[in-house]
């Protein structure tokens, strides 16, 4: 019976050991799955929200190309190339020397989506404005066109406010790559995610020091302290980490973890943005691609690994240099460099540059319009998280000039007229003719900072920019109105809802009696403007202004007709950008092309044109707006730009000169300018005075066409005599040659009148005009 109950016993004792080591199996293998799910998850979905980039359009280079070379140092600058005194010292991507009109240039490679450019080295030369020669350095060869990396115009972080550049490990460096496992570990080739000699030890010395001081963690643990655990230092946080650590070495090659922890690795602090990865470091501290760094640039990056804040080489050098020649010694000894490499690379000053924060656009108000046309197709998040390259309109070099003229101009015209010089403010788009791409914007004096964009938000009345669409419906009926139709400017007395009545002045507080079509909107005449307004009717107006751009549902009054209506400068552009076209609509754009991080093209923004207006009818009033740049109420514009670049434009002001406008166009640009005040009171400005002077400076600034207007197929010519707006002989003292929309000429003839006008009344202007620019 003993020997039974002893028996038994030791059967129970087995079973339950058996039975405790099954069961520690299962809670161990229960344990290890929860883990061993969480890194499947992460790792098979998304491992990082990437910010979407946004970038300038790239600075194309050609021989005869139109570039001074101040604007293209700017430009270099904005780019983040570092200039070199030497042309011998430009040695590497990013870098460039000048020498007067000569520059020395090697290029940095670009992933532009459709297609991938090497680095190649060049020599430019600039005589007279424009490229005169362009050549290859070296075993680099050039093509007829030569295009640069764009600037970063900036980039929607996401909510983490982390910022990467992954880089593939067929793309790593691999000097790069064997100096980071020599200094965190060497044995990355050979453990299963955890060093156990190394766990040990350190066990022994926080059991000695009883707490977590020394850490033993291989490259995998980092990885999974990073991706999902806590930096605090407890025994449970250890023990997870080797389970996570085991799970990435079960499930996933070395190169995928060593991967996965280069673009993890947190390596600075740029403003509010976590600078993480290698990819991102190299740029950050050394302004060039990871592929072009050097074993003393590199050394300092793996050096900041132990502490990215305390060895932050921008704050504190000498212990960035003395950590960086610790890495620096390894590798020697490691036998990545030789002796004389390593001392070479030791007496190597730190090279880290002073760049700009990356957290901060150079060109907010711009990112501001990306992003509002953004959102209309994508949801927030996307844009914060998928790592989107956004490839713009923006012209960096129309964009400098634009907030030149303003900071400049501002103040200037804030002085002359006794106010305050930081009282004024101005919004400013300036788009290409040919395809409404919107190649500058700015929304305010302190164009750099965030805030108000008067470009976008600023909805002002916009005065006598609304004549032209006034002038545009008249032409549009020929059997009525053509440029010399006779036109009543005098008193006008329209009754009002509240019973009394209005009555428009002009500017100069005169009537002007009977007058031709064309002298009342070259010299902005009020009275007789609204006369032909009413004439037509209030809806063919606003229908008018509908066909050039205009989508707001307004009401239309009789003061509508004098600029009582409210746009910001982006609609106004929009509307003119029509008349600029010839009469066809194309909606203004910002975004060229949407890329994925891996090149695939997530939307293209193609050019769209519809035709809205009637061709001769926009030809007929764009002669009109030349004509009142030559000699009407912009005729000043001739003291800051040449009249051979035939400029048509518009100026604007509202009562009590509470806002000045200024809208014109030249052969391949157009731009809008408003000047007012945020209080909303007067500025005491006129267009011409004020937002023509900003639009001069800004035009005068960056490569312009002269505006050469070709008549359609449904305009005819016929000479008129001034006097009577009747046909004539062209010998005849008062002929004049003038445009009609065909089967609109005037059909009665008169033989050669009197000069029957005062000198200083003729219309001379309009003949000179005519026979400069028409013929």
């Not at 350190?202 to 020091?209: E, F, Q, S, T, V």
């Not at 921008?314 to 212990?319: I, W």
């Not at 046309?373 to 964009?399: C, H, N, W």
Request: with cysteine.
């Amino acid at each position: 019976m003993v020997t039974n109950k002893k028996y038994k016993s030791k059967s129970l004792i087995s079973i339950l050991f058996v039975a405790g080591l099954v069961g520690a199996g299962i809670a161990f293998y229960a344990y290890f799955s929860g883990f061993n799910r969480v890194v499947l998850e992460k790792f098979e979905g998304r491992l990082w929200e990437l910010p979407a980039r946004v970038y300038a359009r790239p600075l194309a280079l050609y021989p005869g190309m139109m570039l001074g070379a101040d604007m293209l140092e700017k430009e270099l600058a904005l780019m983040a190339y570092q200039k070199t005194f030497l042309a011998e010292d430009v040695d590497i991507p990013g870098k460039y020397s000048r020498a007067g009109n000569r520059f020395e240039l090697f290029c940095r490679p670009f992933d532009f989506g459709e297609k991938k450019t090497g680095s190649r080295r060049l020599q430019i030369k600039i005589e007279e404005g424009r490229i005169a020669a362009l050549k290859g350095r070296g075993n680099f060869t050039v093509d007829e066109m030569v295009r640069l990396d764009p600037v970063l115009v900036g980039s929607f972080y996401p909510v983490s406010k982390e910022d990467r550049i992954l880089v593939e490990m067929d793309n790593f460096p691999e000097l790069l790559a064997k100096t980071i496992l020599c200094v965190e570990d060497r044995a990355f080739y050979t453990h299963h995610g955890v060093e156990p000699r190394a766990i040990l030890r350190a066990m022994l010395i926080n059991l000695k020091n009883r707490e977590m001081t020394q850490g033993a963690s291989t490259i995998t643990q980092q990885l999974a302290r990073n991706f999902f655990l806590t930096k605090e230092k407890t025994w449970t946080r250890k023990l997870n980490e080797l389970f996570m650590a085991a799970a990435l070495e079960l499930n996933y090659t070395k190169k995928e973890i060593l991967e996965a922890y280069v673009n993890e690795v947190y390596l600075g602090q740029d403003g509010n943005l976590a600078v993480h990865g290698f990819g991102l470091a190299s740029v950050f501290y050394f302004g060039k691609s990871i592929k072009d760094l050097q074993a003393n640039e590199m050394a300092l990056l793996v050096g900041l690994l132990k502490g990215p804040s305390y060895y932050n080489p921008r704050k504190y050098p000498e212990r960035a240099i003395k950590r960086r020649n610790t890495v620096l010694r390894a590798m020697v000894v490691q036998g990545l460099l030789s002796e004389s490499q390593g001392e070479k690379a030791m007496a190597t000053p730190l090279g880290v540059i002073e760049k700009p924060s990356r957290a901060n656009s150079p060109f907010p108000a711009y990112l501001d319009l990306v992003k509002r046309q953004l959102l209309k197709e994508y949801r927030e998040e996307d844009l914060r998280s998928m790592g989107l390259r956004i490839f713009t309109a923006l012209d960096p070099q129309v964009q400098m000039a634009a907030e030149q003229a303003v900071e400049t101009q501002l103040p200037k015209l804030a002085l002359k007229k006794g106010l305050k010089k930081e009282t004024l403010e101005a919004g400013v788009v300036v788009t290409s003719t040919g395809s409404n791409e919107i190649q500058a914007l700015v929304g305010g004096k302190t164009s750099h900072y965030r805030g108000f964009n008067r470009a976008l938000d600023a909805r002002r009345p916009i005065g006598s920019l609304i004549k032209p669409a006034i002038y545009l419906t008249a032409l549009g009926h020929p059997d009525a109105y053509t440029l010399v139709t006779r036109v009543e400017d005098g008193p006008v007395r329209l009754p009002t809802t509240d019973g009394g009545h209005w009555v428009p002045r002009n500017f100069d507080r005169k009537y002007h009696g009977d007058i031709p079509l064309y002298l009342a909107l070259v010299n902005s005449y009020n009275a007789s403007t609204v006369k032909i307004g009413m004439d037509l009717g209030l809806d063919q107006v606003l229908d008018t202004l509908g066909k050039m751009g205009f989508q707001k549902k307004v009401t239309m009054y009789p003061s509508s007709l004098l600029g009582s209506l409210e746009m910001s400068p982006l609609e106004v552009a929009q509307i003119y950008q029509t008349l600029a076209s010839g009469g066809f609509y194309s909606p203004a754009r910002s975004i060229r092309t949407i890329y994925r991080p891996h090149g695939e093209v997530v939307q293209r923004y193609p050019l769209t044109i519809e035709q809205h207006l009637d061709p001769g009818a926009v030809f007929l009033l764009n002669k009109m707006l030349q004509a009142v740049v030559m000699e009407g109420t912009a005729k000043s514009l001739e003291k800051i730009l040449p009249r051979s670049l035939g400029v048509a434009g518009k100026t604007g002001s509202t009562n009590n000169l509470k806002d000045s406008w200024f809208t014109g166009f030249t052969g391949n640009r157009l731009a809008v300018v408003w000047v007012g005040r945020d209080d909303n009171k007067s500025c005491k400005l006129t267009g011409s005075a004020g937002a023509m002077q900003v639009f001069g400076h800004l035009m005068g600034q960056i490569p312009n066409q002269p505006l050469a207007l070709v008549p359609p197929a449904n305009v005819e010519w016929a000479v008129i005599d001034s006097a009577t707006g009747r046909r004539t002989d062209e010998s005849c003292p008062n002929a004049m040659a003038v445009p009609f929309i065909r089967g609109s000429v005037p059909t009665e003839f008169v033989p050669c009148t009197p000069r029957t006008l005062k000198e200083k009344e003729k219309p001379r202007y309009l003949i000179d005009w005519l026979r400069e620019f028409i013929k």
